[in-house]
C-alpha cells in the first residue's frame, strides 16, 4: 500500500510569489492535516481537512491556505512568500473523521521549500 | 494551553544499550499520544499510538507507557543500534473534533557503533 505523497519535494521560490504543494493520503484516507516545520519553532498545525472541509485551522496568516477534493488529495498554497516561510511542509493523513477515533497518522516525506 | 516537552534534548549512547525518552505534556486530558521518530531531511515515522484508555504499547524493541494523571509519557529503546540514530518526537491530540497534533520539540539520539 502506496504511502503519504507529496509533490514537490523541493522548490526555490523568491519573495512575493505563491507555491501551491501537494498531498496525496493514503488510499481510503480521508483526513489530511498539513504541519509547518522549523528549527526555531519545531512542527506547527496549520489545517485540516475532512471532506472537502476544513474542520481546523493553525494560528497562521491568511496567506496559508488549503483545500480537499473529492478523492481526498489536498493542496496547500502560500502567497506573497515571505523568507520566514522557508520550512519542511508535512502533510499527514487518517482513515477517519477529525477526533471521532483514535488511530493513528501518517505522514509524508515532506516539500521543502526555500524563499530567497 | 497544552504544551509538551521533550527530555534531553540530545542524547548519545553506545549501540547495544537500553534507554529512555521522555515526554510531558502540561493538559491531562489528552485523546491519545503518538511517538515519531525523524531522520534527518526527511519526514516522521509513527513508532507507537497509545490511545487514552492504554497504560502502554509494544513494538519489537520499542515500549511506550503513558501515565495520563502525572502528564508522562517515556519511549524505551531495548538493545539499542546505530540505525536508531534519528530525532524522536512525541504528540498529543488534545481531544474534540480534531486530529491536531501538538509537538514535543524532540530528542536527538545518537547510538555509537
Known amino acids: 500500500k502506496a504511502g503519504v505523497t507529496q509533490t514537490p519535494r523541493y522548490l526555490i521560490k523568491t519573495r512575493g510569489q505563491q507555491v501551491t504543494l501537494s498531498c496525496s493520503p493514503i488510499s481510503g484516507h480521508r483526513s489530511v492535516s498539513w504541519y509547518q516545520q522549523t528549527p526555531g519553532q519545531g512542527l506547527q498545525f496549520l489545517f485540516e481537512y475532512f471532506s472537502e472541509t476544513q474542520r481546523n485551522k493553525g494560528n497562521f496568516p491568511g496567506r496559508f491556505s488549503g483545500r480537499q477534493f473529492s478523492n481526498s488529495r489536498s493542496e496547500m498554497n502560500v502567497s506573497t512568500l515571505e523568507l520566514g516561510d522557508s520550512a519542511l511542509y508535512l502533510c499527514a493523513s487518517s482513515r477517519g473523521e477529525p477526533g471521532r477515533y483514535q488511530e493513528t497518522q501518517y505522514f509524508g516525506p515532506g516539500t521543502r521549500l526555500l524563499v530567497l | 494551553k497544552q504544551e509538551v516537552t521533550q527530555i534531553p534534548a540530545a542524547l548519545s549512547v553506545p549501540e547495544g544499550e537500553n534507554l529512555v525518552l521522555n515526554c510531558s505534556f502540561t493538559?491531562?486530558?489528552?485523546?491519545?499520544l503518538q511517538w515519531f521518530r525523524q531522520d534527518p531531511g526527511k519526514g516522521l515515522t509513527s513508532l507507537l499510538l497509545?490511545?487514552?484508555?492504554?497504560r502502554e504499547q509494544t513494538s519489537g524493541r520499542l515500549n511506550a507507557s503513558l501515565d495520563k494523571s502525572s502528564g508522562r509519557s517515556t519511549l524505551y529503546i531495548a538493545a539499542s543500534q546505530p540505525g536508531d540514530s534519528a530525532t524522536y518526537l512525541c504528540a498529543v491530540v488534545g481531544g474534540g473534533a480534531t486530529n491536531k497534533l501538538i509537538f514535543g520539540t524532540g530528542t536527538l539520539l545518537a547510538v555509537q557503533p
Open positions: 497509545i490511545q487514552s484508555s492504554q
Open positions: 493538559d491531562s486530558a489528552i485523546y491519545n
